[in-house]
């Protein structure tokens, strides 16, 4: 693991009901779970993360499946990948570290799992940032033709029979690079030395299958039960950043793609595209300091 990229960041591994979660922690004041996406591991964070451990407790997680984060076997319900599961994972990993109530920040992925954590555990989540999402649901019901072309990873990763996770496998970091740079615009240059790490991790074969499944749970189960939960509007204030070059800000009104599902928003398109935390770091930092500053639980 590459600790050039975060100094000052302590790193653990914490165990939660038998998973290992991978974690750096930085920082004093109120606490912010960051959380990364696809095909990223915590160090998206980390042009982001140093910006805002001044003011805040920051923790910065591995998904499970991804990172340096325990990989358990899946189930052909793919509920060991489901957003409920992994939304659990990152409650009891704040808990273990000593935090009831915290703000989540997610990109991508993480996104969708922080917004089943804050439906889940509206309790201890007191403000929620998604950076360059639309939720689940509403994607997959607003799916067209433009969708399956722009999104057409979120179709390829569900197939079964281990195609996409044999294609992947035969060359990780063709399809890691090829993937990030598909969807980069102006702004900051991806650094080197957390693309090398990316593709570390996923290299792993058991990487490449819990990624898949976290996506085929969000095409089955996590559909469900973000069903099940239709008409529950999050209650927490919640920040949307997105890309303005995105397929998700060209194609997506992203505010009213939210207003469904949140009751008290805000936020506006960075000059980027996907990835907003390394391509528009002091921006996204900028706007995620006045947001938390602003929503900090009271003592």
Known sequence: MNDGLLPGFARSSVEVEGLRVNVRTAGEGPPVLFLHGYPQTHL????????LADGFSVVLADLRGYGDSGKPPSDPLHLTYSKRAMARD???LMRRLGFDRFAVVGHDRGARVGHRLALDHPEAVSAFAALDVVPTRYAFEHADAEFAS????????????????????????FWVRTRMNARHHGGSAFDPAAVDEYVRCFSDPAAVHASC??????????????????????????????????????????PDAWSAYASDLRGHALDCDHYVPEEAPEATAASLRAFLTATAPTA
């Open 213 to 254: 499944e976290d996506y085929r749970a969000a095409a089955t189960v996590d559909l469900e039960h973000d069903r099940e939960d239709s008409g529950r509007r999050l209650e927490c204030p919640v920040l949307l950043l997105w890309g303005e070059h995105s397929f998700v800000g060209r194609h997506s009104d992203v």
């Open 44 to 51: 998206i964070w980390h042009r982001v993360a140093p910006l």
């Open 90 to 92: 990152q409650y009891l």
């Open 150 to 173: 722009g999104y057409y990873h979120w179709f390829f990763l569900t197939a079964g029979h281990g195609i996409p996770e044999h294609l992947i496998g035969l060359d990780p970091g």
